[in-house]
C-alpha cells in the first residue's frame, strides 16, 4: 500500500507493521518525521525514497538491513536514529540526503557503494570498522573531515571522489 496521501507531519507507523514495502512512502511530501515501531522486521527497497520534505526518521531498535535507496533524495533528512543492532547499509541508501551530522554505529558490518554520496551539507563523518564499497561520500560537497577506524587498511575507490571540502582525515 502506498501512503502519497498521508497528510500528518509527524507519522507514526502502527504497532502491529511487520514490513515496510517498496515505495511504501515515496515521493510523500508532507511528511517531516517518520517512527517506525518495533515490530517493523523488514524494510525494503525505497521505502521512503523521495520523500523531500522528511527531516527525521526514527529506525525499531532490531532492525539489521536498511535496503538499497531506502531514503534516497530525502533532500531534508537530517536525523536519523538509527537501529542499536544495525549490521547493514545497503547501495545509495541515504544518497541525496540533507545529513548533518553523521556518526555510524559499530554494530555496522557493511556499507554498499555510495551509500551517503551527494549529502551535499554533511560536515563530517565517523566510522565504525566495516567492509566499505566504492563511492561512499562521493560529491559530498561540505564534508570537511572524517574519522576512519584504526583498523581499515584500504580506503575504496571512489570513497571521496569530488570532496571538495575535505581537510581532514583521522
Known amino acids: 500500500k502506498h501512503h502519497k496521501n498521508i497528510c500528518e507531519l509527524d507519522y507514526i507507523v502502527p504497532d502491529t507493521t511487520e514490513i515496510i514495502a517498496p515505495r511504501a512512502f515515496a515521493n510523500n511530501n508532507h511528511i517531516k518525521s517518520i517512527n517506525l515501531p518495533s515490530s517493523v522486521t523488514k524494510i525494503y527497497p525505497r521505502a521512503f525514497?523521495?520523500?523531500?520534505?522528511?527531516?527525521?526518521?526514527?529506525?525499531?531498535?532490531?532492525?539489521?538491513?536498511?535496503?538499497?535507496?531506502?531514503?534516497?533524495?530525502?533532500?531534508?533528512?537530517?536525523?536519523?536514529?538509527w537501529p542499536t543492532e544495525l549490521e547493514s547499509i545497503g547501495r545509495e541508501a541515504f544518497s541525496e540526503c540533507g545529513l548533518t551530522t553523521l556518526s555510524i554505529l559499530s554494530t555496522v558490518r557493511s556499507v554498499a557503494s555510495k551509500a551517503f554520496s551527494s549529502c551535499e551539507e554533511l560536515p563530517s563523518a565517523i566510522l565504525p570498522n566495516a567492509k566499505y564499497d566504492n563511492g561512499i561520500f562521493f560529491s559530498c560537497g561540505e564534508l570537511n573531515s572524517v574519522e576512519l577506524p584504526y583498523e581499515m587498511t584500504v580506503i575504496p575507490n571512489g570513497m571521496f571522489m569530488l570532496c571538495k571540502s575535505l581537510e581532514k582525515i583521522k
Open 49 to 81: 525514497y523521495n520523500c523531500f520534505f522528511l527531516q527525521k526518521i526514527s529506525f525499531p531498535p532490531k532492525l539489521k538491513v536498511i535496503p538499497a535507496e531506502a531514503c534516497k533524495s530525502c533532500k531534508d533528512l537530517e536525523i536519523i536514529e
